[in-house]
């Protein structure tokens, strides 16, 4: 093949393609090859040739297929989408490679490898290849702890670790991460639970965790198994962090026969959108953190975010009541059959806000009270 003009090659859902097409030639105007669901398990040494690609996808490829090592070596791959693919870090007939392996290193950006059965290895070998890695998007694998070298990783700002059911441990925590999700982790160690929910860790930036489980942190100050959270404040929009758990909810499957009615329990898994979330200031409403996004949840889930940065990127503080209170209300959009916010919790950042200027009842009605004594 040599299709010097070409630039997107994709070979999407060709189920019997199991060899790549050489190469014949340099063909540096192709940017993006897409190979969703199509197995191809060989390539040839000319792939080499498509010296421009920045955006790869491949899935059930084999363990004939590109080793990542070579990937590397592409100077404007960017990105990088794996799917169920049996993943080899080196060839097969290298024997040296991981003695080099240190030198190797990449402009990726992105990186998704979803059910690859990666191992604990991936981290040791093929993290530092990655140091300019900003979204790292890994569910459903087979590694069981997250290395402390991660936190080498200093552009990481997104970590996607869900449906990983054999993690055990997170030793580390990337110092700009901004993102964090570890919905359905259920096998993560307690003190490694205790970790992901430090309070220091949640009031130095402004992280956006999912994590598995039902546990409000203690050091949010209120705590409601009301939704939505009504508050009021004044000034300006208080520096808050926000705890919502959610939880599966039990449902009858109800059927009839000549022996009578019967309720069945059902436990259905739920698929919700990551993200979502509504502030009313003064009956306007603004939509937060708002992403298709979907994930499947099983089993309880708790969600911990805060606001700063939100305000100032959607001003919210701009149009708010000079000298007077302010009433504020937070809620999702209309969760998904069969799901429900169970507790729900507000932390006051109080290096940035004073308890003076918030409230958790209204202070009208108090000021009506006193009004009406001296009626």
Same mark, same amino acid.
Not at 193 to 199: C, F, M, T, Y
Not at 299 to 304: A, G, N, Q
Not at 326 to 330: F, K, M
């Given at each position: 093949m ?8 994709k070979? /999407? @859902?060709?189920h019997s ?5 050489e *190469?014949?030639g340099?063909?540096e105007?192709?940017?993006e ?7 191809v398990?060989?390539?040839p ?5 498509? $010296?421009r !690609? ?10 004939n297929g590109?080793?990542?090592s ?20 080196f ?6 490679a991981?003695?080099v392996?240190?030198t ?5 950006? @992105? ?7 990666? $191992? ?6 093929v993290?530092?290849w990655?140091?300019n ?14 290395p402390?070298c %991660?936190?080498e990783? #200093?552009f990481?700002? /997104?970590l &996607?670790? &869900? @449906? ?5 441990? !997170? ?13 359905e982790c =259920? ?12 309070? +220091?860790? #949640?009031?130095s930036?402004?992280?956006?965790? @999912?994590?598995?489980?039902? &546990?409000i ?6 705590? $409601?198994?009301?939704l939505? !959270? ?11 962090? %926000? ?36 502030? %009313?200031?003064?009956?306007?409403e #603004? ?8 994930v ?5 889930? $708790?969600?911990?975010f805060d606001? /700063?940065?939100?305000?100032q =990127?959607? &001003?919210?503080?701009?149009t708010l009541?000079?000298?007077?209170w ?5 809620k999702r959009?209309?969760l998904?059959?069969?799901q ?5 919790? *507000? #932390? ?7 308890m003076?200027?918030?409230r958790?009842t209204n ?7 006193? +009004?009406?004594?001296?009626?």
């Open positions: 040599k299709l010097t003009s070409l630039e997107q090659f070979l /999407r @859902y060709c393609l199991e060899s790549f097409p *190469i014949l340099r063909m105007n192709i940017t090859l897409d190979l969703k669901e199509t197995p398990k060989k390539f040494l000319s792939f080499g040739n498509l $010296t !690609i920045q955006k790869l996808q491949l899935s059930l490829t084999g363990v590109i080793p990542l070579s990937l590397c070596m592409m100077p404007d791959l960017v990105s990088i989408i794996g799917w169920r693919w049996e993943l080899s870090p060839p097969e007939d290298d024997d040296g991981e003695k392996s240190s190797l290193s990449s402009n990726i950006q @992105y990186l998704q490898f979803r059910c690859c059965n990666l $191992t604990d290895d991936f981290f040791r070998i993290l530092p990655f140091a890695v900003k979204n790292l998007d890994l569910p459903g694998n087979s590694f069981t702890v997250i402390e %991660i936190k990783c #200093h990481l700002t /997104r &996607n670790l &869900n @449906y990983c059911e054999f993690l055990l441990e !997170i030793r580390g925590i990337p110092p700009n991460l901004k993102y964090f999700s570890a919905i =259920q096998s993560l160690t307690s003190s490694c639970r205790s970790k992901l929910l430090n309070q +220091d860790l #949640h009031e930036g402004s992280p956006f965790f @999912y994590l598995p489980g039902a &546990n942190p203690e050091w949010f100050e209120f705590q $409601t198994s009301e939505p !959270i009504s508050f009021w404040f004044r000034n300006k929009l208080p520096a808050i962090a %926000i705890c919502l758990v959610m939880e599966q909810v039990c449902v009858c499957e109800y059927s009839s026969s000549s022996k009578g009615d019967t309720f069945r329990p059902l436990m259905i898994p739920t698929t919700f959108r990551l993200m979502s979330l509504i502030v %009313i200031i003064n009956g306007n #603004h939509f937060l953190f708002d992403s298709w996004e979907m499947r949840m099983e089993s309880d889930c $708790t969600c911990l606001l /700063r940065e939100t305000i =990127q959607n &001003n919210l503080n701009e009541l000079e000298n007077e302010n009433h504020a209300v937070i959009p209309d998904n059959f069969g429900k916010s169970i507790k729900n919790g *507000i #932390h006051l950042l109080k290096q940035e806000s004073s003076e200027d918030i958790f202070p009208f009605r108090k000021r009506k009270l006193v +009004d009406d004594r001296f009626q």
